[in-house]
């Protein structure tokens, strides 16, 4: 947060020398630097102002109609090396403020950083923009609430070269970095003068009157007081060098560290320092990976009020790693599998075994099909060829360094009748094959529904997963199976946002719209099992216990449409991959159709439609399609002759194509008479 000492700074102006700024940058002093409305015509959107004495742009609840936000658009944007966009801004009562970035040609906008809690003074943001070769925009949408006394204001844009991490604090901003307030100990802003026998200069330009960060124990009462300063939260992935100057003095004891701290509280030890005190300014090079949003925190604890000092200066990053014996970069996706193509790194704990046996179910009526496709393969447990009294199976998978905080995904699935808590278990295992941790156990006994679980692990050794399924009893033994595994770097609970163009409707309708003119029913998100018998599917596609939208045929007539479709998008000139998951179970299932409006034409285009009862399962589906102009993509089902007719859609995901590997994109079938070929 930025305090009224730099508030004042920021209204007064300031003599810092300040980083070459680039095209893009605005401090809104005589106009808004070619910043303008968003010219979308299918979008209401209000204005931003500009203060009449200037210093600020701001759009306010009080001068909004009916829309519910104002969109400020920059110009075009064509910076190749990596930037950082600085946002000094301020939100009042009850809105929010998003940053969003329009690469040219692209059919979306993707969400950058987003706040929306009030303050009673200016905030920085910082937020990275990777190199690109791509041209873009940087949007700014400002949404105020209905009532008096909520705006959003913005006091200044810079963008800079460089990373948002570094920082030499010659500017009144700070890069954005921020004090966490203690009532004795805290990070200020050194210059020319820190105390009577300091001895500080700036290491930037080696003279008394640079800048840098200190914190000193003078005010500390108690023991292990505490003092951190926090960098800018990253928000894209990075990793490399981070660098910086320290000077120490330590007269009755302080301790000196620097951590990560992601966005769920983990921290990390970086570094501390191996001396007690330094003579003059030290540079300190630490290799820094950032996979996911952190950031970098520099804390000090005093012991007493004759602790000492400490300062820092001139924090800069490279993504060329510091040292060479620094662990290479690795994948953990080796350890993720969709069992498609084979067993990928994973191994029978036997040579000779058939624990675990890949199957293969084409489309039918009364067996489920893999997660990935619905018609491709997964991995199956206990079944009669395998299965025997007192029986353990298990799967090795890939070792994995140690040392890091894994993100472990899978679907599970379960046949049969048999009794299966406990059934299938999920360890980490040592490189020596020793189990180290139970992570996951089966408890539940849904069924013909494939599941997904979330486990996150760290271990200091290396280790593998290994999945392990228990059969105490043949008679008593059910079908077990797996598919889909992934493994990434972070916590689960630090799962990616969704990007734009994907929706998998567990937080609403992701801005698709229903048609109130050329349809009779509507598209209906549902969680669970569809209430008629015999149709329709048991779970959704994402999670098996989330939402998914579909049409009930109970509803509707023989013949009547439900139409859904997508907000309207820019157009792009090049090509588009459609990604969904469709099910069509019942005996009376009609048609389900994706379709093109823009407009051009005065008929919608046909890009794929299925046409009866498909398949038990959720299938994916995948459509190439080409369009320059605002258009938009249109799911329509038609209910078929009888009520056991419910079509479901789920996990849409719009992605630049041509589509890759497609599996379904014949552009329109009917009726399969396939019902019940197994591969094993």
Same mark, same amino acid.
């Given at each position: ?55 600020? !742009? ?17 110009? @075009? ?46 905030? !920085?943001?910082? @937020? ?24 959003v204001a913005i006091f200044e844009i810079h963008i800079v070269p460089g990373y ?29 003068? &820190? ?16 800048h840098y960060m200190y914190v000193d124990s003078v005010y500390a009462k108690h023991? *292990? ?32 560290? @620097? ?55 001139? !924090? ?16 953990? $996706? ?50 009669? $060829? ?66 997904? @679980? ?15 399924? !228990? ?21 689960? *609970? ?21 048609? *109130? ?66 099910? &069509? ?30 398949? #038990? ?20 089902a038609i209910r078929g002759p009888s009520l056991r007719s419910d079509i479901a859609?789920?996990?849409?995901? #719009? ?16 009726? $399969? ?8």
């Open positions: 947060m930025v305090g009224p000492w730099l508030l004042a700074a920021l209204l007064c102006g300031s003599v810092r020398a300040q980083q070459p700024l680039l095209p893009g940058s605005c401090s809104f002093e005589l106009d808004p630097c070619g910043y303008r409305p968003d010219p979308d015509p299918d979008r209401d959107h209000g204005s931003w102002r500009m203060n009449e004495e200037g210093h600020l !742009i701001a759009v306010d609840s009080a001068f909004l109609d009916e829309e519910e936000q104002a969109v400020l658009l920059s110009p @075009v944007l064509d910076h190749q090396d990596w930037s950082c966009v600085r946002l000094v801004y301020q939100i009042t009562g009850r809105a929010s403020l998003g940053l969003h970035l329009r690469p040219d040609g692209d059919n979306f906008d993707y969400q950058l950083w987003t706040a929306n809690a009030t303050s009673d003074s200016w905030l !920085i943001a910082s @937020v990275d923009l990777p190199n690109t070769t791509t041209a873009y925009q940087i949007l700014l949408e400002g949404r105020p609430a209905r009532g008096s006394g909520n705006s948002c991490i570094e920082c030499n604090f010659e500017e009144h901003h700070l890069c954005g970095y921020s004090n966490s307030w203690n009532p004795n100990v805290n990070w200020y802003v050194g210059g020319s003068v &820190m105390r009577e026998d300091d001895q500080l200069g700036n290491n930037t330009s080696n003279e008394q009157r640079g023991f *292990q007081e505490v003092a951190k300063l926090s960098s800018p939260m990253t928000t894209v992935a990075m990793e490399g060098c981070l660098s910086f100057y320290y000077q120490r003095d330590q007269e009755r004891g302080n301790i000196f560290t @620097v951590f990560t701290r992601d966005q769920l509280g983990h921290y990390e030890e970086l570094w501390r320092p191996a001396v007690y005190a330094t003579a003059g300014w030290t540079l300190v090079s630490v290799d820094i990976k950032a996979p996911h949003p952190l950031e970098v925190v520099w804390e000090v604890a005093f012991n007493s009020p004759r602790g000492g000092y400490v300062a820092v200066d001139d !924090i800069s990053f490279s993504p060329e790693f510091c040292h060479t014996d620094t662990e290479p970069t690795f994948d953990p $996706s080796i350890a993720s599998c969709d069992f498609e193509k084979g067993l990928c790194l994973y191994q029978q704990e036997r040579a000779d075994s058939r624990a675990w046996s890949p199957v293969s179910v084409q489309p039918n009526m009364y067996r489920t099909g893999d997660h990935t496709t619905g018609t491709g393969w997964y991995l199956l447990a206990n079944s009669r $060829s395998s299965a025997r009294p007192s029986y353990v199976g298990r799967l090795h998978g890939p070792l994995l360094p140690g040392n890091h905080r894994y993100c472990l995904r899978f679907y599970y699935l379960l046949y049969g009748f048999g009794k299966v808590d406990g059934g299938l278990v999920v360890y980490v295992y040592d490189e020596n094959n020793v189990a180290q941790e139970r992570v996951w156990s089966l408890s539940d006994r849904s069924r013909a529904v494939w599941t997904q @679980v979330e486990v996150s692990y760290v271990k200091p050794m290396v280790s593998k997963v290994v999945f392990v399924t !228990i059969c105490r009893d043949f008679w008593e033994c059910g079908l077990i199976a797996i598919d889909d595994v992934s493994v990434s770097l972070g916590d689960c *609970q630090m799962s990616a946002a969704s990007l734009p163009g994907q929706c998998d409707f567990e937080s609403g309708l992701c801005g698709y719209i229903q048609d *109130q003119k050329g349809d009779k029913a509507d598209w209906l998100r549902v969680r669970g099992h569809t209430p008629t018998s015999y149709t329709g599917p048991r779970g959704d596609h994402t999670t098996g216990v989330g939402h998914f939208m579909y049409i009930e045929a109970s509803l509707m007539r023989p013949g009547h449409k439900a139409r859904l479709l997508t907000s309207p998008l820019r157009g792009s000139s090049s090509p588009q991959c459609l990604v969904f998951y469709y099910h &069509m179970y019942g005996s009376g299932t009609g048609i389900l159709s994706v379709l093109l409006q823009h407009g051009g034409k005065e008929r919608d285009e046909l890009l794929w439609r299925r046409r009866g009862e498909q398949s #038990f399962s959720w299938t994916r589906a995948m459509v190439d399609y080409r369009c320059e102009v605002r258009h938009q993509v249109i799911f329509e859609i789920d996990d849409v995901h #719009f992605k630049r194509g041509p589509c890759e590997d497609p599996d379904d994109t014949a552009p329109y079938s009917g009726f $399969s008479e396939y019902f019940n070929e197994i591969d094993i």
